[in-house]
């Protein structure tokens, strides 16, 4: 377990620094079209691409301005997902989040989890002021998982994500350091 991780610990998961060994979880996670919709992605990833990724990902959050943990299970250390600071503002002290759990670990509290700890490591730790996220309007167990997050309403984007059925709606979610 990475020093990292150590810090960023549950009672069921903790979260580490991307390794190489990550690239065929990435490679599946990153390559699937359901995914697609909400990151802003319209074709796959090579594994090549992934490989420079996870080796330029022990720059600080400062220089890439993101900030990629894996999920992963205190019991076996299997991996369950991803968790992403994105678009990080220095000067605003705000960054957005982001949230992937792998199929099978779907409906068990890994989202909850994992989303309450990187919370605490960037209030606390990195001393971030603001996180947001979006959420696509049909996606009820996005919004219940940041909702329960203590993350808040505080937007709506209109008609904002095409679809192959047409247009959805993203809502805007905040949620800002208790001072």
Known sequence: ????????KGGNIFLRALEPSDVD??????NDPEVWRVSNTLTPWSRHVLEQYIL??????????QLRLVIC???DQSRLGCIDLFDFEPAHLRAGVG??????ARGRGI???S?????????????????????????????????SGGFVQTGLKKQ????????????????????
Do not use: C
């Open 111 to 113: 989202g909850a989890e």
């Open 99 to 104: 949230v992937l759990i792998s199929r099978e």
């Open 115 to 147: 989303l309450d700890l990187l919370v605490e490591y960037a209030f606390k730790v990195l001393g971030l002021r603001q996180l947001y996220a979006g959420v696509t309007a049909d996606n009820i167990p996005s919004q219940k998982l940041f909702e």
């Open 25 to 30: 979880a990435l490679y599946q996670w990153e």
């Open 73 to 75: 299970s205190i019991n």
């Open 56 to 65: 330029s990902s022990h720059q600080d959050i400062y220089s890439t301005r």
């Open 160 to 179: 904002w994500i095409r679809t192959a059925e047409g247009y959805v709606n993203e809502i805007f979610y905040q949620r800002l350091r208790n001072e």
């Open 1 to 8: 377990m990475t020093k990292l991780a150590k810090m960023i």
